[in-house]
């Protein structure tokens, strides 16, 4: 039998062998899953044999990630802002740049846009996924109302668990961008209109990743350059939105500067970094 720190080793080779871009990290999520035990207490007993059951779960594991399915999709979840989220082939993987989106709004709320008035601010997440910038949102605006829209109706279906789960209050609702007049209805008295919508030009197909092209393909690319969606929703959000709400959107580094230069008419439209200080994030006040 193998002791835990072999049986990480033996996982982590195997990872590596198979391309996967973070071996060891991935290695021990898996033996996480596979044993039910934390890292540290995995780590504190690794001279310990492992049961041959958890062995044979690890395996399984391991083959399925040295496959290249995503490590979110082979365990089931996703982290994002404090919250676990389920995630599966319906929805893209939220990414860990996307929580800097959520901080963006938050700290522009903090800024002043409360001064909106007493009402609950309401707020819209367009092209929601599994939820993830709705959900966030929501945890830490209690009182404000939430709602995340979808063009498909499978990532609706699973942001609405993700909501039952972790018992947020969020409304979900299938719309075209702003084409469904529930939707732009909610719009017109948005304070916030958040979106993280698909922005990779077309031509990064042929160079994906085997993880990301596991996401769904109408989640990741968009024609002109990777701005046609982004644009329509900025255009509708310009004949929709009421003064002072602010449009906050991700994109990509190649594409936002461009986006940010078609706005006309919007206020204090600025750009900002994502960790890697990269261009990535466009905030507009209408
Ligand atoms: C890049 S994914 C982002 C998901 C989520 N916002 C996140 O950050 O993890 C883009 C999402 O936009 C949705 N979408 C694409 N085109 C849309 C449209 N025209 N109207 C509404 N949603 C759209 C896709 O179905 C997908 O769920």
Do not use: C
Request: without cysteine; negative net charge.
């Amino acid at each position: 039998m193998r002791s835990i720190l072999q049986a990480h080793a033996e996982a982590a080779a195997r990872l590596t062998a198979a391309g996967v871009p973070s071996p060891e990290h991935d290695a021990w999520r898996l033996l996480e899953a596979a044993s039910g035990l934390s890292r540290s207490t995995l780590l504190l007993t690794g001279a310990s044999a492992v049961p041959e059951a958890t062995a044979a779960r690890l395996a399984g594991l391991v083959e399925e990630r040295a496959a290249r399915v995503p490590l979110q999709h082979v365990l089931g979840v996703a982290h994002f802002y404090g919250l676990e989220l389920a995630v599966d082939a319906r929805v893209l993987v939220p990414r860990p740049e996307t929580e800097r989106l959520v901080e963006l709004v938050l700290r522009e709320l903090a800024d002043g846009l409360a001064d909106a008035g007493p009402a609950p601010a309401t707020v819209l997440d367009v092209g929601t996924g599994s939820g993830a910038i709705a959900l966030a949102l929501k945890a830490e605006l209690t009182s404000a109302e939430v709602w995340g829209t979808d063009v498909s109706e499978d990532a609706l279906a699973v942001a609405r668990g993700n909501a039952a789960r972790l018992g947020l209050a969020v409304g979900f609702l299938r719309s075209d961008l702003l084409a469904d007049e529930e939707v732009a209805a909610l719009a017109r008295r948005a304070a916030v209109l958040a979106a993280n919508l698909p922005y990779l030009p077309e031509s990064d197909r042929v160079a994906l990743q085997p993880e990301a092209a596991a996401d769904p393909p109408g989640a990741l690319f968009a024609a002109d350059g990777g701005l046609a969606i982004a644009a329509r929703l900025a255009d509708q959000a310009w004949l929709t939105l009421p003064r002072g709400a602010l449009l906050a959107l991700e994109l990509d580094p190649r594409n936002v500067r461009g986006l940010a230069e078609r706005l006309s008419g919007w206020e204090g439209v600025r750009l900002e970094p994502d960790l890697a200080g990269r261009e990535r994030f466009l905030l507009a006040r209408r």
